[in-house]
């Protein structure tokens, strides 16, 4: 098993819906997550990171920590088509950064 | 200004063949990496090195080797190429807070490898 899992999609929806993307996570030692975003052909950009358990609230994005379950969500509202893109969870732990697979978001006019 | 450029952009070449790819940060960062992306954009951390020293090695093929002459750039030589080694090859630096090996990363745009 991974340490940290994501569906890799795609994950198509209209505009303006509410998107979730959820990853799931193994061991539990100290860490903090980010959720980076990946437009095609670009490098990976940091788009939100947390250290607890609760929500982290960015304009319309949120990330959710959720310990006792081991899941770390990303909601996206009001979605444009500018918001196409892979998103990528991490998480840092034992001074490394564990990478999921990446989300392929589709946001259809 | 580019924060993180790397060179070539693309690269194709064949079997067998030795390949650079060259990175370059202009953030002032201690910290500089070489990741692998994969068909599904899965990234798989290779090397990582803090002022010219090697930190992080991971499980790679010793065809691969890094160089840092500088704490500014961080290049990747690969030898003997193969077939598997068609990814996309990111270099990123990051500033790490005390305590830590890994800040928030600023990635380069990537090489595209082709090996045919």
């Known amino acids: 098993q991974k340490e940290v899992e994501q569906d890799p999609g795609p994950l198509s929806v209209p505009e303006g819906a509410i998107v979730s993307l959820n990853c799931t996570y193994s061991n539990s030692a100290f860490q903090y997550f980010m959720w980076y975003r990946q437009y095609s052909r670009k490098g990976p950009e940091l788009l939100m990171y947390t250290y607890s358990s609760g929500n982290k609230e960015d304009g319309r994005f949120t990330a959710q920590v959720d310990k006792s379950s081991k899941y770390i969500s990303l909601f996206i509202r009001d979605s444009q088509p500018s918001d196409s893109a892979t998103y990528l969870c991490?998480?840092?732990?034992?001074?490394?950064?564990?990478w999921g697979a990446g989300t392929k978001l589709i946001i259809k006019p | 200004d580019t924060a993180v450029s790397q060179t070539p952009k693309y690269l194709v070449t064949q079997m067998g063949n030795d390949k650079s790819i060259k990175c370059e940060q202009n953030l002032g960062h201690d910290t500089m990496y070489w990741y692998k992306q994969d068909s599904k954009k899965f990234l798989k951390i290779m090397f990582s090195y803090n002022n010219k020293e090697l930190i992080i090695n991971e499980t790679v093929p010793n065809r691969f080797s890094p160089k840092s002459p500088d704490k500014a750039h961080l290049n990747l030589h690969i030898n003997s190429l193969e077939l598997g080694d068609s990814a996309v090859y990111f270099c990123?630096?990051?500033?790490?807070?005390?305590?830590?090996?890994?800040?928030?990363?600023?990635f380069g745009e990537g090489s595209r490898l082709t090996v045919l």
């Open positions: 990123a630096s990051s500033q790490p807070p005390p305590g830590q090996h890994t800040g928030e990363l600023f």
């Open positions: 991490a998480k840092y732990s034992n001074y490394q950064l564990i």
